[in-house]
């Protein structure tokens, strides 16, 4: 006989697998050794039931919600049968799970009474993996140089670790302990899945929890279908370029298209770039993850990803192209063209949708890094993203200082964390002026953030967008582009965006700027008092509100309407 379950127990259960996943995450990042994992939030975890559908996700970068399932269908097509209670598995494999080698996925089966009935999978980064730099290397030219590869392998059997693969991960990263640490917290961040989804089982059974999961699917399929339908039909096409891939070669070219007919999205990848030398290389799996993420943020965004999600989606990548990469191509830096493709999307379904417009984002990472490998001082790494500027809306102004869409909930290390356990100090970190679009509605502004070096140690950068930084929408202007200058002891200068691990002495100052997002409408059309307020809050200089925005900001920050251009 079959089991059903009442809209009442589906909604139970939809918020409790939530709520594990939330308690999954807390003790990851409780648990991690690494400042990017306790600080940084540089993960991601998700409770899945037996096939590997999704059903409960938590807060952690958005970008690896949708690829950690394809971890637990590799995981079920390699061992088939031979998964046990008490067993986890590990990957980082940059073509099968999609993203680079420091991203090493955790995946436990969860068992009741002998039955799988779900995963928990934790990913998270590993602050070094082995590769020809500490940290992360910014000039790779193909895999072998970006650390140690593992497909999926069993590290725990039955519950007791397997030794032979604990002391092989010690061999193969520069920072040993931190490394076995980090692991533990995704183990640990597994066993509090299972544990926790016991408690559901114990009250509602096996029968009925899936009966609920089947609910909570179908309604995501039927909600999709709704909205897809619910937009004009019609075929939309975006393009923009990369700076470069890390060893010099440009132009990258990042091209969409998107059509939709009826209840079905499809996105089509083919004009990209194919594959490049450097590191910018994506897996496809992980590109369909942040096609799905860009898909959310316009579409239903409010409701959870599930297993039911994004079936009115189809992805065409082709077989040579970036964002399809094979080996032996280099994927250390997979996310920079994906930050650029998700405003590429959003353009598009702003022009299908224009009650939604939403100009470009700064789009990159922008990760800062700093680290030694000297025995006798210690060795550390401290690698973090940047917060920069978002797009205005068509009813709203961007979002000043905050981290790229593809990151979500990842942050960068508070300056009280950065002085206490490493040798830089961080200067400055303030709202960088002028660098948010013009436009109706202002896009946001990108950040300042200084570092002085206290100690000789060695430095690295990869920030991304000035050849095609954050765009405007229905009349709106382009938000600035990064900006990075060196400043050596001796007070010798250098610009440059890009930058392989160099060792630097000490009191060498570090300043990044990161973009502003792009402006929405007709500047001109920004009202007198808007203006006024940006001034006064600092998102903008008077001279910028005069030249951007025809706007005259007296010495005493009052409006000279005389002197100002009529508004439209």
Known sequence: MSVTADPITTEVVRNFVISCAED??????????????????????????????????????????????????????????????????????????????????????????????????????WGDIGAIDPGSTMQSTDIYQEGLRI??????????????????????????DATIGDLGAQIAAIRTGERRLGQLLDRIGVRVYRAACQ??????????????????????????????????KTPIRVELTLTIKGEALT?????????????????AKQTESLLRLAYKTMINPDRAITGGSFETMTVIIPDSCMFNAQEPSACEWYFTGLGLLADLFISCMSEAMPERSTAAHYGDSMVAGFFSVDKTRGQWIALEPTAGGWGGRRDSDGES???????????????????????????????????????????????????????????????????????????????????????????????????????????????????????????KARPFDE????????????????????????????VDVAASEPRQ
């Open 24 to 125: 999954m995450n807390a003790s990851l990042w409780r648990s991690a050794h690494s400042s990017v994992i306790y600080e940084g939030k540089d993960s991601a975890v998700a409770l899945m039931d037996e096939h590997g559908n999704m059903l409960g996700q938590s807060t952690g970068v958005p970008l690896f919600i949708g690829a950690i399932d394809a971890c637990v269908h590799h995981v079920k097509a390699y061992y088939g049968d031979d998964i046990h209670e008490g067993d986890v598995f590990i990957m980082n494999d940059s073509y099968l799970q999609g993203t680079h080698l420091h991203d090493v996925t955790a995946i436990g089966g969860i068992f009741r009474d002998g039955e799988l009935v779900g995963f928990g999978a934790a990913r998270a980064h």
């Open 151 to 176: 497909g999926p392998t069993r590290i725990i059997a039955r519950g007791k670790p397997i030794r032979e693969w604990y002391d092989h991960l010690r061999l193969n990263t520069r920072i040993k």
């Open 215 to 248: 609910n909570i699917f179908n309604q995501s399929r039927r909600m999709d279908r709704e909205a897809i339908a619910a937009i004009k039909d019609g075929t939309w096409n975006r393009h923009g370029y990369l700076d470069d891939d890390g060893t010099g």
């Open 267 to 283: 996105v089509d990848l083919t004009g990209s770039s194919g594959p490049v030398p450097g590191s910018v290389n994506c897996g």
């Open 401 to 523: 200082a905050l981290i790229n869409l593809v990151n979500g909930g990842f942050r960068n290390i508070p300056a009280e964390v950065y002085e206490t356990k490493f040798p830089v100090r961080l200067e400055e970190f303030a709202i960088r002026k002028d660098s948010g679009g013009p436009g109706r509605h202002r896009g946001g502004c990108g950040v300042v953030r200084r570092y002085q070096t206290l100690e000789p140690c060695y430095a690295a950068l990869w920030f991304e967008r000035s050849k095609t930084p954050a765009w405007g929408l229905n009349g709106g202007k382009d938000g600035a582009g990064p900006y990075i200058e060196i400043t050596l002891p001796d007070g010798t200068k250098e610009h440059l965006l890009k930058m392989r691990a160099r060792s630097f002495p000490a009191g060498t100052i570090v300043e990044t700027m990161t973009g502003g997002g792009g402006g929405n409408g007709d500047p």
């Open 531 to 558: 203006v006024l307020s940006d001034v006064r809050q600092g998102y903008l200089t008077r001279k910028a509100a005069w030249t951007q925005y025809g706007v005259k900001i007296t010495a005493k920050l009052t």
